[in-house]
């Protein structure tokens, strides 16, 4: 196999397979990238056997074949090379050999005939904007459970239907949730668990492709795909039974405030480095007029910080995690958010100011303080 590549291009295409190559495994061809040559490109694949990504980038291609490079190390030599042509050619014994101007080196790869191979996309049931699912992501992405013990909570909860696409996180402590109509045909009603590193490199491809993109979206029995123009995303389906989060929701609140959002922000980032490193816990005391968020550590010290607000009810006193609230007050763009409660002892919730649908609430438990 024999071609000639764009460095840039190459660059571009090898950084985005970065986040699914296997960095640490015990099967060593999971650390390599697939190389197929033929026609005028070249297609680059990386799986993690979780995970899969294949990019296409265009090639002078003078004799086509397939092959395999380690991922990373190709990817940090690459990216030093000057803005130039790279010629690449493998020999038979798996020797990789790249000559760009007065460069030359020989890197060890491996057969590509042991490379696992990924499913086809089936037909796709939805084309869904690139933009609106990153958005979607973003607002909800934080609130996955990191306990890999805790397996159906460590990734997404995607509800497509032909009239709303939604998505759902949660630890058991926090819950996101977000929904937006589907302005797009959508055939038939899905609901299926999307791991936290297929929204991750969904992320990252969208940046890439750009906001006006479409992703078609496909699903098989064990996979999800997602397909970028040339690029294609896949991803096992996470096995298991979501939480009935419409338990959750609450259905109704006693009583509602509206903060400034970059405001109430500043003042928990404040308050919260006085909080105690593992519970990260404060306390959100609401008053008439009022609303004082407030942390101590007795061998620190405290903090305490007052917002006005137009609040005329009876005085409540409820502990929050600083951290879980500060995760919501950096993904809304709104100025102004609304918190709604009920008593000490009820979860709390947060909402973009003017959401009256509720297309994106973040509901929190409380903490004893």
């Given at each position: 196999?024999?071609?000639?590549?764009?460095?840039?291009?190459?660059?571009?295409?090898?950084?985005?397979?970065?986040g699914?190559?296997?960095?640490?495994?015990?099967?060593?061809i999971?650390?390599?990238?697939?190389?197929?040559?033929?026609?005028?490109?070249?297609?680059?694949?990386?799986?993690?056997?979780?995970?899969?990504?294949?990019?296409?980038?265009?090639?002078?291609?003078?004799?086509?074949?397939?092959?395999?490079?380690?991922?990373?190390?190709?990817?940090?030599?690459?990216?030093?090379?000057?803005?130039?042509?790279?010629?690449?050619?493998?020999?038979?014994?798996?020797?990789?050999?790249l000559?760009?101007?007065?460069?030359?080196?020989?890197?060890?790869?491996?057969?590509?005939?042991?490379?696992p191979?990924?499913?086809?996309?089936?037909?796709?049931?939805?084309?869904?904007p690139?933009?609106?699912l990153?958005?979607?992501?973003?607002?909800?992405?934080?609130?996955?459970?990191?306990?890999?013990?805790?397996?159906?909570?460590?990734?997404?909860?995607?509800?497509?239907?032909?009239?709303?696409?939604?998505?759902v996180?949660?630890?058991g402590?926090?819950?996101?949730?977000?929904?937006?109509?589907?302005?797009?045909?959508?055939?038939?009603?899905?609901?299926?668990?999307?791991?936290?590193?297929?929204?991750?490199?969904?992320?990252?491809?969208?940046?890439?492709?750009?906001?006006?993109?479409?992703i078609?979206?496909g699903?098989?029995?064990?996979?999800?795909?997602?397909q970028?123009?040339?690029?294609?995303?896949l991803?096992?389906?996470?096995?298991?039974?979501f939480?009935?989060?419409?338990?959750?929701?609450p259905?109704?609140?006693?009583?509602?405030?509206?903060l400034p959002?970059?405001?109430?922000?500043?003042?928990?980032?404040?308050?919260?480095?006085?909080?105690?490193?593992?519970?990260?816990?404060?306390?959100?005391?609401?008053?008439?007029?009022?609303?004082?968020?407030?942390?101590?550590?007795?061998?620190?010290?405290?903090?305490e910080?007052?917002?006005?607000?137009?609040?005329?009810?009876?005085?409540?006193?409820?502990?929050?995690?600083?951290?879980y609230?500060?995760d919501?007050l950096?993904?809304?763009?709104?100025?102004?958010?609304?918190?709604?409660?009920?008593?000490?002892g009820?979860?709390?919730e947060?909402?973009?100011?003017?959401?009256?649908?509720?297309?994106?609430?973040?509901?929190?438990m409380?903490?004893?303080?």
């Amino acid at each position: 196999m024999e071609f000639i590549v764009s460095k840039t291009d190459l660059v571009r295409e090898l950084n985005l397979s970065q986040g699914v190559v296997e960095k640490r495994t015990t099967i060593p061809i999971l650390s390599n990238i697939l190389v197929e040559a033929g026609g005028d490109a070249i297609t680059l694949t990386a799986t993690d056997l979780e995970l899969g990504i294949r990019c296409r980038c265009p090639a002078q291609v003078k004799h086509g074949g397939t092959g395999t490079i380690p991922a990373r190390r190709l990817l940090d030599y690459v990216r030093l090379l000057p803005a130039a042509d790279i010629q690449v050619k493998f020999t038979e014994n798996h020797w990789v050999n790249l000559v760009c101007g007065r460069s030359r080196t020989r890197i060890a790869g491996m057969s590509g005939e042991s490379f696992p191979e990924l499913p086809k996309p089936p037909e796709p049931i939805a084309e869904i904007p690139a933009a609106l699912l990153a958005t979607m992501i973003e607002k909800t992405i934080f609130a996955i459970s990191s306990e890999e013990s805790r397996f159906t909570l460590t990734g997404a909860l995607v509800v497509l239907k032909q009239d709303q696409i939604a998505l759902v996180t949660t630890d058991g402590h926090r819950l996101a949730y977000i929904e937006r109509a589907a302005e797009f045909p959508v055939a038939g009603s899905h609901r299926t668990l999307l791991p936290k590193k297929a929204m991750s490199e969904i992320l990252k491809l969208t940046l890439e492709c750009g906001p006006e993109a479409k992703i078609a979206f496909g699903t098989s029995e064990n996979h999800l795909f997602f397909q970028f123009g040339e690029r294609l995303l896949l991803s096992r389906k996470l096995t298991g039974n979501f939480p009935d989060y419409n338990r959750v929701l609450p259905k109704e609140h006693s009583h509602r405030i509206r903060l400034p959002r970059e405001e109430f922000r500043a003042a928990i980032e404040r308050v919260a480095q006085f909080s105690d490193e593992r519970s990260h816990a404060i306390r959100v005391q609401v008053r008439p007029a009022e609303l004082v968020v407030h942390s101590s550590i007795s061998e620190t010290g405290e903090s305490e910080e007052t917002l006005p607000v137009e609040y005329d009810g009876p005085e409540v006193t409820i502990g929050f995690n600083a951290q879980y609230m500060l995760d919501f007050l950096r993904a809304v763009g709104e100025q102004e958010v609304n918190f709604c409660f009920k008593d000490a002892g009820a979860a709390g919730e947060f909402r973009p100011d003017g959401d009256s649908k509720g297309e994106y609430r973040y509901v929190l438990m409380p903490m004893r303080i």
